[in-house]
């Protein structure tokens, strides 16, 4: 038998009550995921999923900060 050891983790509140909800939905807890998850590190000598930093850009990113005043400027064909 392997000897087991303890983690500790601090996370959101929030967060762990929506995963306790969804792994509970699906019948496991969160020994057993961490488990699996280590072990498909391990086995694969990397992360299992994809991780992405999407970047979403506010609308005074992308057309500037006074483009509500620009909004007054544009001609349309509806009148």
Same mark, same amino acid.
């Given at each position: ?5 303890? !983690?500790?983790? *601090?996370? #959101?509140?929030?967060?762990? +009550?929506?995963?306790?909800?969804? !792994?509970?939905?699906?019948? !496991? ?11 498909? @590190?391990? %086995?694969? %000598?990397? @992360?299992?999923? +994809? *991780? !992405? ?5 506010? /609308? ?7 483009? %509500?005043? #620009? /909004?007054?400027?544009?001609? #349309?064909?509806? +009148?």
């Amino acid at each position: 038998m392997s000897s087991q050891s303890t !983690l500790s983790v *601090i996370l #959101d509140s929030k967060l762990k +009550e929506e995963t306790s909800a969804a !792994l509970e939905k699906i019948g !496991l807890d969160f020994t057993t995921t961490i488990t699996v998850y280590f072990d498909q @590190i391990v %086995r694969g %000598r990397k @992360i299992p999923f +994809e *991780i !992405l930093n999407s970047k979403y850009y506010s /609308v005074e990113e992308v057309v500037g900060a006074n483009w %509500r005043e #620009d /909004v007054d400027s544009i001609e #349309d064909e509806w +009148e």
